[in-house]
């Protein structure tokens, strides 16, 4: 039968290239933000975080941005490596508690 | 440190057992949460504990999951009777705030229930 279930947004780059994942998050209370990476079989782990009154901020090779008038989060991954395929998630809090978005999975073809 | 560890990794029962899944957090940190991931629903909240106490159950579907944390060190997430649409991976995670900085995510606890 056929399987019903989330479909992941997907992308696909070269290595080399930059990549960008966009999340957009619900609500405009959230104060604090954090991107996870999950690979197969394994539970995410954090890549990088960014509170509300930032709007911009850089790690080892990654970036994000957050447009709180649009409530829009991006990560950028710069020279985009095989070992950065898996799937990225967004996570905001409100209050007392992290809400994940569905994930995007990025792939990179060598 | 190890990280947080969760046990079984894998689990395959029969409708109507009992399931218990098992985590023990990163020592020194305050708060637990159990997420369950499917690809119908993506990752999902159902229990957070902060200092032992349990926070916020309102995402455990229904009467048939509990999860305790009897101390610091331990928690555990119990199905009983399990159903086939509990099959999902069973992450335990653990931070210093709940709401502030890193969550910490064991490997997780793929249950299949048949």
């Known amino acids: 039968g056929e399987s019903v279930g989330l479909h992941l947004p997907t992308l696909s780059v070269q290595e080399g290239d930059n990549s960008i994942i966009n999340c957009a998050y619900s609500n405009s209370a959230s104060d604090y933000f954090i991107w996870y990476k999950q690979e197969s079989g394994k539970g995410p782990q954090f890549i990088i975080d960014i509170r509300s009154n930032m709007d911009k901020r850089q790690g080892q090779r990654v970036t994000v941005l957050l447009n709180k008038t649009v409530k829009h989060l991006s990560l950028q991954i710069a020279a985009t490596q095989p070992g950065d395929s898996a799937v990225y998630f967004c996570?905001?809090?409100?209050?007392?508690?992290?809400?994940f978005g569905t994930g995007t999975s990025l792939t990179v073809i060598p | 440190d190890a990280g947080v560890i969760q046990s079984p990794r894998h689990e395959v029962t029969e409708m109507g057992q009992e399931v218990t899944l098992r985590c023990k957090p990163i020592s020194g940190h305050n708060s637990l949460f159990w997420y369950r991931q499917t690809m119908m629903r993506g990752l999902e909240l159902l229990i957070y504990f902060n200092n032992n106490v349990p926070i916020d159950d309102s995402g455990m579907p229904e009467d048939r999951f509990s999860a305790k944390m009897p101390n610091a060190s331990f928690s555990t997430l119990k199905i009983q009777p399990s159903e086939p649409r509990d099959s999902a991976v069973y992450f335990c995670a653990s931070s210093l705030s709940p709401v502030i900085g890193e969550l910490f995510f064991g490997e997780g606890s793929r249950l299949t229930v048949l």
């Open positions: 996570a905001e809090n409100t209050g007392n508690q992290f809400y």
